[in-house]
């Protein structure tokens, strides 16, 4: 065995031993399991599941070859890095490859994760990225938890349960808004479906509560106005639900109802070809990756009509859609404008 054969397998085992305190109290005899799998029922994109059975991780114009890439190498903070730091490409990779042979690549992946950041908390264990992760490694669990290596399953499940406390702990610390929401999104959703969680999940509850108040107009919208965020909104909202019927667990009626109004007000923003409105710096987006978060999140509600804080108002007549803002700017950019003297802007922004 080579000497960094040697020393991965040496962090997969420190790995699956789960923390010291909790082997000393006995809490760990037994292997940590996932009570329950959500389903996903968002349709990925096949051909982004495709480039990555071939190597190729793509985020709009970029590009990097997974052949022998290194998250330690990789960071956080750019788009690029994000969405690969966070597995939302496994729901792409479900659409492209059966379990089998998806499996291989997902573990893979997983397995180069832990090697690079499970032993130690660094800047991938930022808490919306554990969020993110979360959600989508309980949702897509058969394709990183398939191998027969139960050294490997252990280290993957333990890191998970850290990184629910890791983001418990440090959630609110996250701006308000989409992040602080996926993260504590990502707390609930491991409640849920880790072994011994249900206990923690009235607390996840009460924190993503007071982050969807900061974080929502009480039309729906978010305080960013970022139309490209908010399709986000609904998708960790989505997946947060499918982890509630997966454990058999009643959705609490608050977080039903801020689902269904951020719904509302991300059709408010579609246009007639299916794409998004675009405002704040986001673009258009997809047709077919808007149409299936809205078909597959198990969510109906009609497009916003009358817009407050989201501030926009729909237009629609004989086919044509059209969509206006009629609202100052977000609270975040005007405090952006506000260190270049644009005080008034935030002043008006704020009160809104």
């Given at each position: 065995m080579s000497s960094d054969r040697a020393a991965e397998r040496a962090v997969v085992s420190k790995l699956a031993k789960g923390p010291l305190l909790s082997r000393l109290l006995g809490a760990s005899r037994q292997p940590l399991k996932l009570v329950a799998v959500p389903r996903d029922h968002v349709q990925g994109d096949r051909r982004r599941g495709d480039g990555l059975l071939a190597g190729r991780f793509t985020y709009g114009s970029e590009q990097i070859s997974l052949t022998d890439f290194d998250f330690a190498e990789l960071g956080v903070g750019d788009p690029l890095a994000d969405q690969l730091q966070g597995f939302s490409w496994l729901r792409d990779l479900s659409a492209a490859a059966a379990r089998e042979k998806?499996?291989?690549f997902g573990e893979a992946i997983a397995g180069r994760w832990l090697l690079a950041h499970g032993t130690r908390v660094d800047d991938a264990w930022r808490a919306d990225l554990w969020g993110e992760r979360i959600l989508f490694w309980t949702a897509y669990a058969p394709y990183i938890l398939s191998s027969a290596d139960t050294g490997y399953r252990s280290a993957l499940l333990n890191t998970l349960a850290r990184g629910a406390r890791h983001a418990d702990a440090t959630a609110d610390k996250m701006?308000?808004?989409?992040?602080?929401?996926?993260?504590?999104?990502?707390?609930?959703?491991?409640?849920?479906?880790?072994?011994?969680?249900?206990?923690r999940v009235a607390h996840g509850e009460a924190g993503l509560a007071r982050a969807l108040a900061t974080a929502q107009f009480d039309d729906g919208g978010l305080i960013s106005r970022s139309p490209e965020e908010q399709m986000l909104l609904v998708d960790r909202l989505g997946l947060l639900r499918a982890a509630y019927f997966a454990a058999r667990q009643s959705l609490p009626e608050g977080i039903e109802a801020a689902a269904a109004a951020a719904l509302a007000a991300l059709h408010g923003v579609t246009m007639g070809d299916g794409t998004l409105s675009s405002w704040q710096g986001g673009n258009r987006g997809e047709a077919a990756r808007l149409t299936a978060l809205i078909e597959g999140c198990g969510l109906r509600a009609r497009p916003l009509r009358q817009a407050r804080g989201w501030g926009y108002q729909r237009l629609s007549a004989l086919g044509t859609i059209a969509v206006v803002d009629a609202a100052p700017p977000p609270w975040c950019a005007a405090r952006r404008s506000d260190r270049r003297g644009g005080w008034s802007a935030c002043r008006r922004g704020r009160r809104n």
């Open positions: 998806g499996a291989r701006p308000a808004g989409l992040k602080r929401i996926t993260a504590w999104c990502g707390v609930v959703a491991a409640g849920l479906l880790v072994q011994g969680g249900v206990p």
